[in-house]
């Protein structure tokens, strides 16, 4: 049961797909192949304990220059989707606007670089917290970034008349969103020195993250999946998801106080705060586990999947009873999934399983499996 991260590859969580142009994408299999598994889903969501097995899809191009261009990443997505019926699973995949890290962060007037075969990066700096909060800024819907991503969802749309799943695009916590924006050398230390700024600017930075997720909300209508982007979603489920990342920079005595308000308040208005962090972030699983309306929280927990993963122990413990779902992503082989699973899973746990079995045979074996360590 080796567990290791592969550095060859381009991306350890992504499956080889062919694309499908949108015309010849049976939209309406899809479709009810999707709500079957919702079934599943909204059952799961209600109950206080139980398993989920999400075989997730994700496509390497389109986490690099594709993203970029409409046409190729709904191409790309409908391949992967159209594959993913072909692997057991409990959570239906779903089509996704993404447009790179830093969306909430064009607001403030950045806009991204783009790097020949890569994912686009937040060009620019904010010297300080004080700098940002004094300068102008607008809706995200305003920006070039805004406008191309919510183009980019009435494409979708378009294309599927509606009757694909999908979620919002990928956004940032307001934490992730400033900690992208403002010098690093400064940022953390305003934590300390500037408190105030700071308060000022992950209240800003949530109010303009709450009016472009609604924008966007209104916009997919009945198509909507929660909690989106790199969550297991469903119709079925509720709350918005943020990658918090930056987290693992900051102590629990400043991350608490300073950076769970803004991100708790974005997600409540859309149903509850749903969080993500690649790395470990063990050290504060607890308390995360108790931030008050919290329905889901990710994390990798194999070297395979990220090489800072989360150890296993202690999950259980911290999120058994809480009524808080994780999202456990596991890159690895039927035993070292099962074994991660042994551990993570206890009587009053709600757990998603986030596979990338390479077959359809191994994961039929993977799903045999989780299913019945969580009985």
Known sequence: MKDTFNTSLADSQA??????????????????????????CKAFWQADEGVLVYRRMRVKE?????????????????????????????????LEPW???????AAYGFDYRWEPGLAPAVDGKFGSTAELVAAPYKAVAETPIGRHTLEMVEYFLDK???????????????????????????FYLDFYLDPDSMTAAMERTADLLIDFTEAQRRLIGSALVKPGHGFASSRMFDGLGM?????????????????????????DAFGGTVFHSCGNWSDKKEEIARIEGLRMADGAFSLATDPGANPTEGYAEAFAGSGAVLNAR?????????????SLWTK???LIVVTYCETPEEQAEVYRRIHEICR
């Not at 049976?26 to 009810?32: F, G, I, K, Q």
């Open 330 to 342: 596991i890159v690895g082989t039927p035993d070292l999934v099962c074994e991660k699973v042994k």
């Open 160 to 186: 599927t008349k509606g009757e694909v799943p999908m979620s919002y695009c990928d956004v940032q916590s307001p934490l992730n969103t400033l900690s992208n924006i403002i010098d690093s050398n400064q």
């Open 348 to 350: 009053g746990m709600k």
């Open 62 to 94: 389109v986490f690099a220059e594709d993203c970029r261009d409409r046409e190729k990443s709904l191409a790309w997505q409908l391949g992967a989707l159209e594959q993913s019926m072909r692997f057991e699973a409990d959570v239906p995949n779903f």
């Open 243 to 267: 990658s918090d990342d930056s987290v693992t920079m900051l102590s629990p005595d400043l991350y608490f106080p300073m950076a769970v308000p803004a991100m708790k308040r974005a997600g």
């Open 15 to 40: 499956t080889t797909v062919q694309p499908i142009a949108p015309e010849k994408f049976d939209r309406v299999r899809y479709a009810e192949y999707a709500a079957q598994l919702d079934e599943r």
């Open 99 to 105: 447009y790179g890290l830093g969306t909430v962060a």
